[in-house]
């Protein structure tokens, strides 16, 4: 019964490691996607290009909000937190811009990257930030 318990534990901990490695991987790979958009359109680090982009309106709001916004918490961007915090509106489950995405910046999605860039997560990416 003992080895039984043992081997389905282990097995739920080879799991739980290979969907954690999965999930960082997927993120990892979203975030030098988002860069290489950018970075096809503005010049200078990732982060600057990054932040070029969420400042140019001639981007979607949809497209600033899931590449520039997203990428930039992701990526841990301390040059990027006065400029988010610019847009915030104190909105963090994002009731203002809920189905509005074509007209407004999520503002759920810049409470994450507030959120993400102030705290030390463990998913971040700041090596992306070249």
């Known amino acids: 019964m003992k080895r039984i318990i043992w081997t389905i534990a282990s097995g739920l901990a ?3 490691l290979g969907a954690v490695c999965a999930l960082w991987l ?3 790979h979203d975030v030098k996607d988002n860069i ?3 970075k096809k359109q503005y010049a200078g680090t990732a982060e600057d290009a990054l932040i070029a982009y969420l400042l140019d309106d001639k981007n979607s709001y949809y ?3 899931g590449i520039a916004i997203w990428t ?3 990526i841990h961007s301390q040059k990027a937190l006065p400029v988010i915090k610019g847009f915030y509106k104190n909105d ?3 009731k203002t811009c ?3 995405h074509s007209y407004v910046l999520c503002q759920h ?3 994450n990257a507030i959120r993400a860039i102030e705290g030390n997560g463990w998913l971040l990416h700041a090596r992306r930030n070249k």
């Open 14 to 16: 080879v799991l739980f």
């Open 26 to 28: 997927w993120i990892d």
């Open 36 to 38: 290489r958009v950018v």
């Open 63 to 65: 497209s600033r909000s």
């Open 72 to 74: 930039l918490g992701q």
């Open 92 to 94: 963090p489950k994002g």
């Open 98 to 100: 809920k189905g509005q």
């Open 109 to 111: 999605e810049m409470y």
